[in-house]
Each structure stands twice: as C-alpha cells, then as structure tokens.
C-alpha cells in the first residue's frame, strides 16, 4: 500500500497537531513516521502457557507482525485470553470454557474499538479462540484475516499413533480393569508430543477447516502443523494478506453470506466434525446477521455424505488430512458433486473455485481412498451431525455419528444434576447395558458455560459401552466424544425445558434414522412434573460466571450473549 487512504480511522490517533500526544506513545514503542502514515492493523494474540494448543502462538504472531510490516502496514500486537478445555474438562473449570469465546470476542472487539485499528488479523489455538476470534471480525467488519495456529502431531504409544483422546478414554478402561495403570501412565507420557491444537477432527480443526469454507481464512491454510515450516509462512502471508484487504476495503460483511454458512456446514459433515461446530457456526450467523436455523445442519447433513476417516469416528489426524492436500481436497470434492457452492467469496477477493484453481493439489486419484472417499462411495451416505427432537429437546438436541447411522436405543433414565455425581456413577462401574445417563442443569445458563463432557463420554467408552448406553445433556461434548452422545439439548433444564422433568427409570429413546429424542411420558405429565419442581437457582451470584450466565441465550441459537443479535425468546 502506497498511501495511507483518508478514511481509515487511524487517521483519528495518528494525523494532526491534536495528535502529537498520540503519536508520542506510539513513538515510545518504536514506531516512526513510516509507522504512522500506514494503516493500523491489530494482531490478536491469545499466546498462553495454560495449553500446547497456545504456547507456541507469540511465534505465530511474530510472523504475522512480521507479515504486515512487509506489507507496509503497521502491525500493533495485543494479547487475549484463553482457557484449556483438555486441562479444565470434568472440573467446575470447564464452565469457563464457553464463556471465554465470548470474552475473546468481546476484548478484541474492544481493543479495535477503542484504539481505531484499520483491520486484524485474529490468531487462535485452542477451541473457543476460533469462534470468538471470528466473531469479532464479523462484529467489528474490519478488514480482517483469520489464522490457525495449526494441529499438534500424534504422539506414539505401544507401537501405534495415539491423541489425548486416547488418554481420556485409558481412565475408563483403567476404571473398568482393562488397563493398568502404568500403561495409562505411559500413554500420558507420549500423547502430546509437542505444541499445537488436538489432532483429531476435534474442535479446534474443526472450526480451523470452517473457517476456509467461510472464506475467513485462505483456502488451504488450516492443514500444516503448529511446528511445522510451513505454518508460519502461513501466517507471514496472513499479515501481507490483511493489507490488501484494507486496500481494496474487503471486510467480512462482503466475504459472508448465506452460501457461506451451507458451505461450512457440509465441510463439517462431510469431514465428521465437532458437534461445538453447530452452537459456534449458529453463534457467528448470528454476528453476521444471516438468518440460519439449527435445523438445516440436518437437512444439510442428510444430503451430504461423509468421506473423511478422521478422529474420532475414524482413525486419522489433521496432520494425516494435510499430507493428503488438506481441507482443499475435501472441499473440491464437494463442489464437483454439487453439495458446495464454489461460487461464494473468500478473504483473497476470489471465489472457492477460483482458489481451487490456484493451489496445487494432488489429483483425485492420488488420494489415498481409505482416507478420503469419493462422494459417491462415502464411508456413510449421510453427514455426521444429526439434529433429533421430539418431547426431550422441543429445541432440538445435537448428535454426532461416530458409529451407525440406524442406531436405536431404549432404556431407563439414570438422572444426574451434574457431571461430577454421573462421573462418579460410571467410576464406580455402576452403568449397565441400557442405561440412558442424563447430565442436567449444565446448559449455558443452567452451568452456566455449558461444559463439555469428555470425562465422562469417554469414560463410558472406555469402560466398554460405546454402542450400549446412550447419554442426554443440555451441556456440550467435546469434539473427541464418540459414542451415542447426545449433547445441547434444548430448551436447557435451567429454563424449564423438559430434560428437567426426567426421574431416573423414566423410558428414553434415541433413534437417529427418525431423528428422535424422546420419554414415554405425556406432554401433561411432563408440565406437571415441571410445575411441580422448584425454580433452580443460579449456580453463581457473583463474578464472570454470573454475568454471563445470566445473558446467555439458548444452545439452539448459538448460546450468543451480543445483545444486539439475541433472537426473541
């Protein structure tokens, strides 16, 4: 960029004798007149040593910052939260969790505001920084530039690749005697090899390979590893790609519309992504202000099958995916057979297709077929995201296959008000062949912060009942639950939705080829049941748990706090 044009708004800090007070901070920092006569583009860092997902970011955005100033901008650098799902799941801090995209969204949104920034690139590592990284790009509508902080490598273990998924799912089969725990102490040890985000198709790469299918993020740059080369190249070309969309004034609001969000959601389905995947693509349809339903994930779903083998319905990584030519290979899949539009728009200025054509990808035949199916020989005819209702989940309910796509199952209620007594309940090796565990009043209000259920999911799955016991909440899972988890079940139990009327024994079914989730008990017992219960209380009276779980919307929607684009309830 030659000329620092006259509408940015850095203009407001930067030109002017008024402003010689301004500029002398900047001056403070380093920056010179060069500096100040270009365009100011924020880099949002949520480096942290809480996570691998994040510890490595202030390299990432070093690069970035490295990016933008070769692109003649002038990078200013500010840092963000995070909170490790992995090291706050099964505790009261996973309540946290949700919560922190939303203050991730807010405290950039903020920092943009407040300091009259031309544009951004938004850094993210570990689940929720991506959501709420994305969200404040639509929300601010600056020229912005999303970029992964890239995927941790497999580590190894008795002779094969392993995740922390595995590690989750040893404390289950320790409990249930079917591993010692030395082993589990050895898996431990070589799980998480390195710095980078979890690998499987989890949340984190699931929301990274949304965010190319949005058109946020280049097309192609989700794949490479955080500690690999190429991933800070990636990022270097973030930062010189933030100028060119301050030149030519491209912001979010001209990258997304409605085709973006159908285009996100078959890549999740056809990839096997992470339930959270619906609560956050609902969540940034709602900044964007694009109409999108919790039903059309599964009319989308049912017309678009699933062709990637990844974790944890499969048995690859995202490093696995990258060696195959990454997201791009998935996606070229889908436009050829008609199931995403390559027409819509991305960060670069050019359409999907036209990305396409520009990045060399290895031929179809040349992909390994056990990995990526062609459309018309998918490992399942349908997507991975199944949205049931029915009495239990008037609202809907979320479920991801990981196994059959017929699965029924019948059976008594086994009624928990929180994670930690059903944990327990499985610990102890209680469950049996049938049961229905119900987690409730862990919905975003209810928890609040809507926690995520890998303790317990894979506790179950450990202990050797994936395919034998189904498990209801108005909570979430995380992206590595597998299983016949059915998680935001909505309305939530904390406000009256009719999970909350559940008594242990009371008859539940699932059926996914139905799309149903549903008790035996009629619509008026229910409403007694309901009436006749006390109104729960808030779990917190006080701090950023309360404030936020008072301002919480329904999973449904998003579980948005923005007031400005909350749906009436």
Same mark, same amino acid.
């Given at each position: 960029?030659?000329?620092?044009?006259?509408?940015?708004?850095?203009?407001?800090?930067?030109?002017?004798?008024?402003?010689?007070?301004?500029?002398?901070?900047?001056?403070?920092?380093?920056?010179?007149?060069?500096?100040?006569?270009?365009?100011?583009?924020?880099?949002?860092?949520?480096?942290?040593?809480?996570?691998?997902?994040?510890?490595?970011?202030?390299?990432?955005?070093?690069?970035?910052?490295?990016?933008?100033?070769?692109?003649?901008?002038?990078?200013?650098?500010?840092?963000?939260?995070?909170?490790?799902?992995?090291?706050?799941?099964?505790?009261?801090?996973?309540?946290?969790?949700?919560?922190?995209?939303?203050?991730?969204?807010?405290?950039?949104?903020?920092?943009?505001?407040?300091?009259?920034?031309?544009?951004?690139?938004?850094?993210?590592?570990?689940?929720?920084?991506?959501?709420?990284?994305?969200?404040?790009?639509?929300?601010?509508?600056?020229?912005?530039?999303?970029?992964?902080?890239?995927?941790?490598?497999?580590?190894?273990?008795?002779?094969?690749?392993?995740?922390?998924?595995?590690?989750?799912?040893?404390?289950?089969?320790?409990?249930?005697?079917?591993?010692?725990?030395?082993?589990?102490?050895?898996?431990?040890?070589?799980?998480?090899?390195?710095?980078?985000?979890?690998?499987?198709?989890?949340?984190?790469?699931?929301?990274?390979?949304?965010?190319?299918?949005?058109?946020?993020?280049?097309?192609?740059?989700?794949?490479?590893?955080?500690?690999?080369?190429?991933?800070?190249?990636?990022?270097?070309?973030?930062?010189?790609?933030?100028?060119?969309?301050?030149?030519?004034?491209?912001?979010?609001?001209?990258?997304?519309?409605?085709?973006?969000?159908?285009?996100?959601?078959?890549?999740?389905?056809?990839?096997?992504?992470?339930?959270?995947?619906?609560?956050?693509?609902?969540?940034?349809?709602?900044?964007?202000?694009?109409?999108?339903?919790?039903?059309?994930?599964?009319?989308?779903?049912?017309?678009?099958?699933?062709?990637?083998?990844?974790?944890?319905?499969?048995?690859?990584?995202?490093?696995?995916?990258?060696?195959?030519?990454?997201?791009?290979?998935?996606?070229?899949?889908?436009?050829?057979?008609?199931?995403?539009?390559?027409?819509?728009?991305?960060?670069?200025?050019?359409?999907?297709?036209?990305?396409?054509?520009?990045?060399?990808?290895?031929?179809?035949?040349?992909?390994?077929?056990?990995?990526?199916?062609?459309?018309?020989?998918?490992?399942?005819?349908?997507?991975?995201?199944?949205?049931?209702?029915?009495?239990?989940?008037?609202?809907?309910?979320?479920?991801?296959?990981?196994?059959?796509?017929?699965?029924?199952?019948?059976?008594?209620?086994?009624?928990?008000?929180?994670?930690?007594?059903?944990?327990?309940?499985?610990?102890?090796?209680?469950? %049996?062949?049938?049961?229905?565990?119900?987690?409730?009043?862990?919905?975003?209000?209810?928890?609040?912060?809507?926690?995520?259920?890998?303790?317990?999911?894979?506790?179950?799955?450990?202990?050797?009942?994936?395919?034998?016991?189904?498990?209801?909440?108005?909570?979430?899972?995380?992206?590595?639950?597998?299983?016949?988890?059915?998680?935001?079940?909505?309305?939530?139990?904390?406000?009256?939705?009719?999970?909350?009327?559940? %008594?242990?024994?009371?008859?539940?079914?699932?059926?996914?080829?139905?799309?149903?989730?549903?008790?035996?008990?009629?619509?008026?017992?229910?409403?007694?049941?309901?009436?006749?219960?006390?109104?729960?209380?808030?779990?917190?009276?006080?701090?950023?748990?309360?404030?936020?779980?008072?301002?919480?919307?329904?999973?449904?929607?998003?579980?948005?706090?923005?007031?400005?684009?909350?749906?009436?309830?």
């Amino acid at each position: 960029m030659t000329e620092k044009p006259d509408h940015l708004r850095s203009n407001e800090v930067t030109e002017g004798v008024e402003r010689a007070p301004h500029r002398a901070m900047f001056r403070a920092m380093g920056y010179d007149d060069h500096d100040l006569s270009s365009p100011m583009v924020g880099v949002a860092n949520p480096a942290a040593d809480v996570t691998p997902c994040n510890v490595h970011l202030d390299d990432v955005a070093a690069a970035a910052y490295d990016g933008v100033d070769a692109a003649d901008g002038m990078p200013i650098e500010f840092g963000t939260i995070t909170i490790s799902d992995a090291v706050s799941m099964g505790t009261e801090g996973m309540r946290a969790s949700l919560i922190s995209r939303e203050v991730i969204a807010d405290s950039v949104e903020l920092v943009a505001f407040g300091e009259r920034l031309d544009g951004l690139v938004t850094v993210a590592g570990c689940d929720k920084n991506l959501p709420g990284m994305m969200m404040a790009a639509i929300r601010t509508d600056l020229p912005s530039v999303f970029l992964y902080g890239g995927s941790i490598m497999p580590g190894e273990h008795d002779g094969r690749e392993v995740t922390v998924q595995n590690v989750f799912e040893g404390v289950g089969a320790v409990a249930q005697g079917d591993m010692s725990e030395d082993e589990l102490d050895d898996l431990e040890r070589h799980a998480c090899p390195g710095a980078g985000s979890c690998g499987g198709m989890f949340t984190a790469n699931t929301m990274a390979s949304i965010s190319e299918a949005l058109g946020l993020a280049p097309l192609g740059s989700a794949g490479a590893p955080a500690e690999h080369d190429e991933r800070y190249e990636i990022a270097e070309q973030a930062g010189e790609l933030a100028l060119d969309c301050i030149e030519n004034d491209r912001k979010p609001s001209d990258v997304l519309d409605k085709r973006s969000f159908e285009n996100a959601i078959a890549l999740q389905v056809a990839i096997g992504g992470s339930t959270n995947g619906v609560l956050h693509l609902l969540a940034l349809a709602a900044e964007a202000g694009i109409d999108l339903t919790i039903e059309e994930f599964d009319e989308i779903s049912r017309r678009t099958p699933k062709i990637a083998n990844l974790q944890p319905g499969g048995e690859r990584v995202m490093n696995d995916l990258y060696e195959q030519g990454g997201v791009p290979v998935i996606v070229r899949r889908l436009v050829d057979a008609g199931l995403f539009d390559g027409d819509a728009m991305t960060v670069t200025g050019r359409t999907i297709s036209e990305e396409l054509e520009q990045l060399d990808l290895p031929d179809d035949d040349e992909i390994d077929a056990e990995f990526v199916r062609p459309v018309s020989d998918p490992f399942h005819e349908e997507g991975a995201i199944k949205i049931l209702t029915g009495n239990l989940a008037p609202d809907g309910a979320v479920l991801k296959v990981t196994g059959e796509d017929n699965f029924h199952h019948e059976g008594p209620a086994r009624v928990f008000e929180t994670e930690e007594s059903a944990m327990k309940y499985v610990q102890e090796g209680k469950i %049996e062949s049938g049961d229905v565990i119900v987690i409730r009043n862990e919905g975003p209000q209810g928890g609040p912060g809507m926690r995520e259920m890998l303790g317990v999911t894979a506790a179950v799955v450990g202990a050797g009942h994936e395919d034998d016991v189904a498990m209801i909440t108005d909570g979430r899972f995380s992206g590595a639950t597998r299983g016949p988890m059915i998680g935001h079940v909505a309305p939530e139990s904390f406000a009256g939705g009719p999970i909350g009327a559940l %008594e242990d024994g009371d008859h539940v079914t699932v059926d996914i080829a139905d799309r149903t989730l549903a008790t035996d008990l009629s619509d008026e017992e229910i409403e007694a049941r309901l009436d006749a219960r006390d109104d729960p209380e808030p779990a917190y009276t006080n701090g950023v748990l309360a404030k936020y779980g008072a301002t919480f919307g329904s999973a449904a929607e998003g579980a948005v706090t923005n007031p400005g684009v909350k749906r009436d309830e």
